[in-house]
């Protein structure tokens, strides 16, 4: 089996391409997930990542080039190792919660007793002790998502892949998901993250894959691609007008609460002429710091300010509070 720096693969993409008719839905991807990382499989929807993780699990075959589940073709069996939360979610509504979790255990090779013990100690988790014996469909959509995830993880699979695992969740069950996903992560298994949402994934992923329009336009180590762009983001505060801030070097700006902006600065662009640039414009400036970029702004640079508009993420955005 392949290896990354040392680690086990445990899914490996060369050269993948997939179409349907004229669209391209994945171009030349070449992928690596080493085993007990959580990787960030991210871009706008409609940029390939769900038809590569089909891909990944043999429900699609790749047009060009190889795909490797634990470290060979794609299988029934391998299958068998894997959670997939898809992001088109599905439960069969007549039936009892506990009965349905039951059923997904056993097709998945839990014995029964076993899978009881574990669907009830999920369901407890969860705060969903007292629906087990309800029918699926009397529960609220999110809770229906948390059964479903539920049925994702009873088999204790090596791979959980979570496809836009956030879609449809208040905050306060997003920090519940945040903190069950770190705890299985940390007893080994594998995790990829497929969303188009950057701030889930910048607090999650430990490596990350960006993909824009069907192609990869970069990958590596989270820490280690931030402290290689860190060269081009300006943190900066000011008083008058902001004029100077929208001029040519400057990608795109993220206003902050606390009133900071974050200028994203074109390749080679010097931050000290944009200093100079405030200063002749008459602004009063509190703050200039070149500082670490967010995968928002790492997106932003590398994919264009076009393909940005496409994931629905305006330039000159209003953001939340510093990350």
């Not at 506990?98 to 705060?127: H, Q, T, Y």
């Amino acid at each position: 089996m392949a290896s990354l720096n040392g680690n086990e693969l445990v899914v490996e993409l060369r050269g993948v391409s997939k179409r349907f008719g004229s669209h391209t839905a994945v171009a030349e991807l070449e992928l690596e997930i080493p085993r007990g990382s959580i990787y960030g499989l991210l871009g706008p929807n409609g940029s390939g990542k769900t038809t590569t993780i089909r891909m990944i699990l043999g429900i699609l075959l790749p047009d060009t080039g190889t795909v490797e589940l634990f470290g060979a073709e794609p299988s029934v069996h391998r299958a068998t190792r894997v959670g997939y939360l898809p992001e088109e979610r599905g439960v069969y509504r007549k039936m009892k919660v506990l009965d349905f979790l039951l059923f997904l255990g056993e097709i998945r090779g839990v014995p029964r007793g076993e899978a009881r013990k574990r669907a009830l100690r999920w369901l407890e988790r969860l705060g969903l002790p007292e629906w087990g014996e309800r029918k699926v469909e009397d529960l609220s959509k999110g809770m229906q998502q948390k059964v479903q995830f539920i049925g994702t993880v009873i088999h204790e699979p090596e791979l959980l892949i979570l496809d836009e695992p956030f879609s449809g969740l208040d905050p306060l069950n997003q920090d519940v998901l945040d903190g069950i996903v770190r705890e299985i992560s940390a007893g080994g298994t594998t995790i990829l993250f497929s969303t188009h949402l950057m701030d889930h994934a910048e607090r999650l992923c430990q490596r990350v894959c960006l993909i824009s329009r069907s192609r990869k336009v970069l990958d590596g180590d989270m820490k280690e691609l931030r402290r290689q762009e860190a060269r081009g983001v300006v943190a900066v505060s000011f008083e008058g007008d902001d004029g100077w801030i929208r001029g040519p070097g400057i990608l795109d700006v993220e206003v902050r609460r606390d009133g900071q902006r974050h200028l994203l600065l074109q390749e080679g662009m010097d931050p000290g002429e944009i200093l100079r640039r405030g200063v002749a414009s008459g602004v009063v400036i509190h703050r200039f710091e070149v500082v670490e970029p967010s995968l928002h702004e790492i997106f932003v640079r590398h994919a264009g300010p076009e393909a940005a508009r496409d994931a629905g993420v305006p330039l000159l955005s209003t953001v939340g509070a510093d990350r």
